[in-house]
């Protein structure tokens, strides 16, 4: 079995990035995100990235990263909110954005994953998203149909793998890491403990290794998004 195990996600990402490829990047917010892959990604030098993400982080970690050195050519999202970057260049007409509902955006994903071209779903039917997109009729309702989506390279967040590159993810990090995971032509995935093969119990993983191609241990500064405390 090939080695899928790296020394840091500076080398993880050899040999992978070039200009214009498209990225699916996990987590929400700042929830379950290959903090160590996208600072790689940014010392890349990669430019006009199309990233595939629920949103872009804040404008000073996560994605926002990529953005304030300006090499997102494109976003496909579902949310912008706490990214003044993402907001600023969108709105300058500096960022191309593919707005997608979350739920149409995470079955997009997995039907990339499962090798789906396209879909029909009632979301979006008489708004700005169905502009432009075929529509059908189903026992008396119109639907829009919307494409799988697939990446050269998805990074992703787990808490543990095994060398085989079986993923566990922790709790709420389990947003859209697995499904993302499934649909790179390339997955590298960024975890907190690497054990052996057979340590995992096949009962809990949630990403089986055959859709990891390569893994990396990291250092999480797990950043909190909005932090409220009480007076």
């Known amino acids: 079995m090939a080695d899928k195990v790296y020394p840091d996600a500076k080398t993880a990402l050899e040999g992978l990035t070039f200009d214009g490829m498209t990225v699916m990047a996990g987590g929400f917010g700042l929830c379950g995100i290959p903090e160590n892959l996208i600072l790689a990604l940014r010392d890349s030098n990669a430019q006009n990235l199309t990233v595939i993400s629920n949103n872009a982080g804040v404008d000073d970690f996560g994605l926002g990263l990529l953005l304030h050195t300006r090499q997102i050519k494109k976003m496909v999202s579902s949310y912008v909110g706490?990214?003044?970057?993402?907001?600023?260049?969108?709105?300058?007409?500096?960022?191309?954005?593919?707005?997608?509902?979350?739920?149409?955006?995470?079955?997009?994903?997995?039907?990339?994953?499962?090798?789906?071209?396209?879909?029909?779903?009632?979301?979006?039917?008489?708004?700005?998203v169905a502009d432009g997109k075929e529509h059908k009729d189903f026992n008396g309702e119109t639907y829009i149909m919307e494409t799988g989506l697939v990446a050269d390279v998805s990074i992703v967040k787990a808490w543990k793998a095994d060398k085989a590159g079986n993923l566990v993810f922790r709790k709420t990090a389990r947003n859209?890491?697995?499904?993302?995971?499934?649909?790179?032509?390339?997955?590298?995935?960024?975890?907190?403990?690497?054990?052996?093969?057979?340590?995992?119990?096949?009962?809990?993983?949630?990403?089986?290794?055959?859709?990891?191609?390569?893994?990396?241990?990291?250092?999480?500064?797990?950043?909190i998004e909005q932090r409220t405390v009480r007076a």
């Open 82 to 128: 706490e990214n003044k970057t993402f907001e600023k260049q969108y709105l300058n007409g500096e960022l191309e954005l593919e707005f997608n509902p979350q739920g149409t955006l995470a079955e997009r994903i997995r039907a990339g994953g499962a090798g789906i071209p396209g879909f029909y779903t009632k979301t979006g039917v008489g708004t700005l």
């Open 176 to 223: 859209f890491n697995p499904m993302m995971a499934t649909a790179g032509k390339v997955t590298i995935a960024e975890v907190e403990e690497i054990v052996e093969n057979g340590e995992l119990d096949a009962d809990h993983i949630h990403t089986p290794g055959i859709f990891v191609q390569r893994l990396v241990q990291g250092t999480f500064e797990k950043r």
